[in-house]
């Protein structure tokens, strides 16, 4: 599917940065620059700024449990070791006290992928550097072992909703972009997992609606069975990935990121659309058109591939427009913005 890995990487950072957009910096003048090798750096980069930022705003905090001897009570007097303490002539208190303190499961979690990076010998001298100062400030705070962080456990709340963003990056690096060699060195895997591309792309596209076309209400929504009767609990939720709204006019956008967009039908030695992606699409259109009136339509947005047919293709079905369309992610941003923003003009003079 890469046909240009320096672009592709470099995009990879952009898409990045739009889905963790109220954690990156808005101006990407600083890292235009750069020269990513591989994947690891993009997402060092990406934890250095954005720890970097949490850091301005303050680490969290939580109470642990401690004990300790101690001149001046604190807490609770544990009285059998106090005893102790004065049979030694010691004029002290043994208390059993509850102390803010920055070693929380969160931080761990932070100070393993930073610490991870640094031991990697596909990041850069630089990134390793930087990433090496943030360290320091994490002093207190105890690593984990990757493979036992129970990333399913993690709650939060008002108090550390800021880390989302962060924690989710430190998943892509723990989870899904290093990997363990015999001598205990870490290794860059060479490109995230198509899975995991494919959440990227989907939740990249959105943001990028979201932040440049907020006036379209751009949102991932339920779609409700038109149904003639009451609802049946058993009939599969829809949820769009991204829907856009100007005026009566409603657009559905289905996002797919596969290594081939097209498949291929043996017995004719041909190829299509991949009928479910059709089907589904077809049947968000026509339940979300109550008033049948054509002003829903949908669209399959693909990741393009190196495939000699790429689909580009627009159909009435039913008195709705279906489309399908790719974004060359292996192009220059600019163009795959400008791809994205016909997308949206398009909507809005349809």
């Given amino acids: 599917m890469i046909k240009d890995k320096s672009i592709f990487i470099k995009n990879i950072y952009y898409m990045l940065s739009y889905v963790y957009t109220d954690l990156i910096q808005k101006d990407y003048k600083d890292i235009d620059v750069e020269v990513f090798d591989n994947i690891g750096d993009i997402l060092a980069v990406i934890l250095f700024k954005v720890v970097s930022k949490q850091v301005k705003r303050g680490l969290i905090k939580e109470y642990k449990a401690e004990e300790d001897e101690l001149s001046v009570l604190t807490g609770k007097i544990n009285i059998e070791k106090s005893i102790k303490l004065k049979a030694n002539n010691k004029n002290k208190l043994y208390c059993e006290f509850d102390k803010l303190s920055m070693d929380n499961y969160l931080n761990s979690i932070i ?4 610490y991870v ?20 400030l994490f002093s207190n705070v105890n690593t984990l072992k990757a493979n036992e962080i129970r990333w399913n ?5 008002r108090h550390n909703a800021n880390y989302s963003g962060i924690i989710n990056i430190c998943y892509l690096i723990l989870n899904d972009l290093l990997m363990t060699t015999e001598n205990g060195e870490y290794k860059v895997a060479e490109f995230l997992s198509e899975k995991k591309m494919y959440n990227i792309y989907e939740k990249f596209v959105l943001s990028y609606y979201q932040k440049h076309y907020p006036s379209l209400r751009p949102k991932a929504s339920k ?22 709204t100007y005026g009566e006019n409603i657009l559905i956008i289905d996002t797919k990121y596969y290594s081939q967009s097209m498949q291929k039908i043996e017995l004719y030695n041909s190829k299509t659309i991949h009928s479910n992606n059709l089907y589904q699409i077809f049947t968000y259109v026509k339940n979300k058109d109550i008033n049948k009136n054509g002003k829903v339509s949908g669209m399959l947005l693909y990741a393009k591939t190196n495939e000699d047919i790429i689909p580009n293709s627009e159909y009435i079905m039913s008195g709705n427009k ?4 790719t974004l060359d992610l292996n192009k220059d941003f600019k163009f795959i913005a400008q791809s994205l923003n016909k997308i949206a ?5 349809s």
Avoid: C, G, H
């Fill in 153 to 157: 456990d993690i709650k939060y709340n």
């Fill in 345 to 349: 003009s398009d909507l809005i003079n």
């Fill in 322 to 325: 279906i489309m399908v369309r």
């Fill in 117 to 136: 990076l640094v031991l990697s010998k596909d990041i850069s001298s630089q990134n390793k550097k930087n990433l090496k100062k943030l360290v320091l």
């Fill in 223 to 244: 779609i409700k069975w038109n149904l003639d009767n009451e609802l049946d609990k058993f009939l599969p939720e829809m949820k769009s990935d991204i829907t856009l």
């Fill in 111 to 114: 100070k393993t992928a930073m």
